[in-house]
């Protein structure tokens, strides 16, 4: 994937239209741009922050920002769109390039519009809504087609579609992870000054959290289920319980590493709305102590009353004691999580100081162990056991949409062998099983492959088996014992393909390869190795582990006879809407 400051300075259409009021203040050094336009090596020389500039927009990047140029020089102006006439004012300057802001309009378009959540612009979540739906769609599939053109070097001009929308386009996301941070008590005069614990989102380009009120992203009843967790780990008799346990600091802070709840993380049903809850934890299983134990029976008991009452949590004893008294207070927080539905609370052990989400250490406090999910690909509904931690499609309505569009790629003949990587719990497997001969799922997420091998059996499919590992070590083994594919699926994550996979597809050669891709970046660097003109006569590497390559591979170098895989269709999927991301289905075929 190409780095972000790179993908920043590639505005998704290049433009005639450039700024060129101003004079640049002597001595600048200049370099040839085009023609005999001169622009500035270094936009420190003539740009500064605070500096204000009338900018007319003149194209998106690849983050969604407008591009506009100032004597050559690109600024890339947040919630600006193409066609649009602004006063800005300079925010940042590096060599390259510069940021602003909006100040006032001169000129706006038709498709801008006002955004409908009350956080926008200061979470960095959901960055187009000032544009119109339609327009984030064709943002979306701008974006796939700059990325193969820069990246990749490939016309796409025949077989890029237009951006299939998402059926629904709020409340859409079935998974939810929230930061804890801290925030000052309401109340002026409150008693109690200390800082209470919240819940947010990370600001723009930062790790700075915006507490979050409302979210038009998040499932319907994910607000009621955020505020019962506040109100509970508010309340003083939860902060009295993880204080005995010896918890100085309830919330994490990234700077100073101490304190013990970093994130909640939600996964929620789409039709039921039965809630996995997860606590992610700023400690290691050993700090788990009898006493944190009680403490979080406690919390559990709080949010999950029937669980902990009549079922014996994580402690080794029964929540009935003295210290688990009801209040008035834990009774209206048990009616918020009633009726929000949350099935299950699990607490995750992530001490490290990283970007890691969640680690694999999952403990179950109480309640359910899974959810349910059900997805509409074929003419027969599938059943999906889902944990904490598995992959799964976080739009599931639009999921449908985008294994439909899979399966209709493909027209299976009900003859094929498929390889399924990177299959998660089995959501599209489960849909290749229905119409092909046999499917062989890998995955690397151990609860997940266990969740897959038990949602073929409940949907009563035996033409499908699961492997767990990484895919760039099983892939190249199953091969090299000479278990061959028809049809080779993949659905890396953001990072895209490694390079022993990438091979692997290539000395196999599968008739044909569905890439479903959440990133342009790395789909394109991708898309660029699996196109590359094959050398007729040259030595194949082979699988992994100095096993052999496959028949018909060249023994001697040679030259270039045309592509390994042509694209036969390219299809972005908007699964995020009013974000920047977009899903892409690719389908490739083996060429003559």
């Known amino acids: 994937t190409a780095d972000v400051s790179e993908l920043m300075q590639k ?17 600048v050094s200049l370099t040839k741009q085009e023609g005999d336009k001169m622009i500035p090596k270094d936009a420190r020389q003539v740009l500064q922050v605070g500096q204000k500039l009338q900018l007319k927009i003149s194209a998106w990047n690849q983050a969604g920002q407008g591009v506009a140029r100032y004597n050559g020089i690109p600024i890339f102006v947040s919630a600006a769109l193409p066609g649009e006439i602004w006063e800005t ?3 940042s300057v590096k060599k390259n390039y510069a940021q602003a802001a909006l100040l006032k309009p001169e000129k706006t378009v038709e498709f801008r519009t006002t955004p409908r959540c009350s956080h926008y612009g200061v979470c960095g979540s959901c960055e187009l809504q000032h544009m119109t739906y339609a327009a984030t769609l064709r943002f979306k599939t701008e974006k796939v087609e700059q990325a193969c053109r820069s990246i990749a070097k490939l016309d796409t001009t025949d077989v890029l579609q237009a951006t299939l929308p998402s059926p629904v386009n709020q409340h859409y996301r079935q998974k939810l992870v929230y930061n804890f941070t801290s925030s000052a008590p309401a109340e002026a005069n409150a008693t109690n000054q200390s800082q209470l614990v919240d819940l947010g989102f990370f600001a723009p380009n930062s790790h700075n959290i915006i507490p979050i009120r409302a979210c038009t992203a998040e499932f319907s009843t994910a607000g009621n289920i955020r505020h019962a967790v506040l109100a509970t780990l508010n309340c003083a008799e939860i902060r009295q319980a993880f204080k005995r346990a010896g918890v100085k600091h309830l919330v994490y802070k990234e700077k100073s590493g101490q304190g013990l709840f970093k994130r909640l993380m939600l996964r929620s049903e789409r039709s ?12 290691a299983k050993t700090a788990y102590t009898p006493l944190m134990a009680q403490a979080f029976a406690l919390l559990a008991q709080k949010l999950l009353p029937s669980s902990a009452a009549e079922r014996e949590v994580n402690t080794g004893k029964r929540a009935a004691s003295p210290d688990f008294a009801a209040t008035k207070e834990s009774s209206t927080v048990a009616r918020d999580t009633a009726a929000a539905g949350i099935a299950g609370i699990y607490l995750n052990f992530q001490p490290e100081k990283s970007n890691k989400i969640y680690s694999d250490d999952f403990l179950l406090l109480a309640g359910q162990a899974t959810i349910t999910e059900t997805l509409h690909i074929t003419s027969k509904p599938l059943l999906y056991t889902i944990g904490p931690g598995d992959f799964f499609q976080i739009n599931p309505a639009c999921a449908d949409v985008l294994f439909q569009k899979a399966l209709s790629c493909l027209k299976l003949q009900g003859s094929e062998v498929v390889y399924d990587l990177y299959c998660g719990t089995g959501s599209i497997s489960l849909a290749l099983a229905q119409q092909a001969k046999k499917v062989i799922g890998i995955e690397i997420v151990k609860s997940a492959c266990v969740h897959a091998a038990a949602n073929a059996r409940l949907n009563g499919l035996s033409n499908v088996e699961f492997h767990c590992g990484a895919a760039g070590e099983l892939f190249p083994r199953l091969f090299a014992q000479g278990l061959l594919a028809d049809v080779v699926v993949v659905d890396p994550p953001r990072k895209g393909l490694d390079e022993q996979t990438i091979r692997t597809i290539l000395q196999m050669g599968a008739p044909k390869v569905l890439y479903i891709s959440c990133d342009p970046g790395s789909l394109a660097r991708d898309l660029a190795k699996l196109t590359a003109p094959k050398i007729e006569g040259q030595q194949g590497q082979g699988p992994a582990q100095g096993a052999e390559a496959g028949p018909g591979r060249g023994q001697t170098q040679g030259t270039a006879q045309g592509p390994t895989y042509r694209i036969e269709c390219l299809k972005p999927v908007d699964m995020f809407p009013f974000s920047e991301h977009v899903e892409s289905v690719v389908l490739m075929s083996k060429a003559d």
């Open 272 to 283: 039921n709305h039965k809630v996995l809850l997860t606590f992610v934890l700023n400690a």
């Open 89 to 91: 004012t300079i925010t």
């Open 11 to 27: 505005p998704l259409r290049q433009s005639k239209m450039q700024n060129e009021t101003g004079t640049i203040s002597a001595p």
